[in-house]
């Protein structure tokens, strides 16, 4: 995560797209459906939005699949969501490879059951030497666990005060050798992070559309990045123009 940042227009297309993937639930109420099938559409999407950015030329994509709040849903969607996870992974994982697309994954494994726990540490393990595409999925992931987390390990370290630093911080992070994502899109219409990368999204541009994830395609994509092409970034500085009288 580099410290200094240039001011001024956004790049054409940001190398770290995040998406908060909501809506799956209103998606299938919509349809008359039980939410379980609004997740699984959401996933068949995901697949589309993975290939979208891959022929974009985006770096990497973080995804918020799961959060550490979503624990508290009724019981038989998250264990949906845990099954849906297992499947993807069993799917989807070959061609993804294929693509040269490496999986990354930022949260907490310890609480997922053992079998899957393992899949995706494989998963990992496979393609782990890709480069074409890093797609980063937040899965029992949380903003604020991930800080109490990067503490504990300083801690942990013997680290003293005067050696934290911000950079030190984010060594610590789910998410180290991750550049901070430039655009974080929501979907559903929501305006808020829900604990999605509270560190990393300081000087993220922000994208919200009414549109439910299973809905949003390739076109509502290109719509967010052009948006995002047209922002101008300060980072706190005054572009070179505001000197002029
Ligand atoms: C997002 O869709 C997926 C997860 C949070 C797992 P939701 O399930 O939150 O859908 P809504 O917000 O109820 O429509
Ligand atoms: C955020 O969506 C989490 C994911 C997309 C995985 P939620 O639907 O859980 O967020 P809230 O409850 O509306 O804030
Ligand atoms: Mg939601």
């Known amino acids: 995560m580099s410290d200094t940042k ?5 790049q054409a297309i940001p190398q770290h797209v995040a ?18 099938a609004g997740h699984q559409a959401g996933t068949e999407n995901l697949r589309r939005i993975i290939r979208a950015c891959v022929e974009l030329g985006v770096r990497y994509l973080t995804i918020y699949a799961f959060s550490t ?14 099954k849906i996870l297992e499947s993807v992974i069993e799917k989807e994982l070959r061609e993804l490879h294929e693509e040269g697309v490496q999986l990354r994954h930022i949260g907490r494994l310890e609480k997922l059951p053992a079998s899957l726990r393992t899949q995706v540490k494989n998963a990992i393990e496979l393609t782990k030497d890709n480069d074409r595409l890093t797609v980063v999925v937040a899965f029992n992931y949380g903003g604020k666990d991930e800080i109490v987390h990067a503490v504990e390990q300083l801690i ?3 680290v ?9 911080i984010a060594s610590q992070l789910f998410t180290a050798g991750i550049p901070d994502p430039e655009l974080i899109i929501r979907t559903s219409g929501e305006m808020r992070l829900s604990n999605f990368l509270i560190w990393q999204a300081a000087y993220s541009e922000y994208y919200v559309t009414p549109a439910y994830w299973p809905d ?11 948006a995002y092409g047209l922002r101008n970034r300060r980072f706190g500085s005054v572009d070179d123009e505001n000197y002029k009288d």
């Open 6 to 10: 240039p001011t001024g227009q956004a």
């Open 19 to 36: 998406i908060i993937m909501d809506g799956n639930g209103r998606w299938a109420k919509k349809r008359g459906l039980p939410r379980l």
């Open 69 to 82: 709040e979503n624990w508290g849903r009724p019981r038989e969607e998250v264990e949906g969501l845990l």
């Open 156 to 158: 942990r370290a013997g």
């Open 160 to 168: 003293k005060p005067e050696e934290v630093s911000e950079s030190l």
């Open 216 to 226: 949003f395609d390739k076109e509502e994509l290109q719509k967010a990045i052009d």
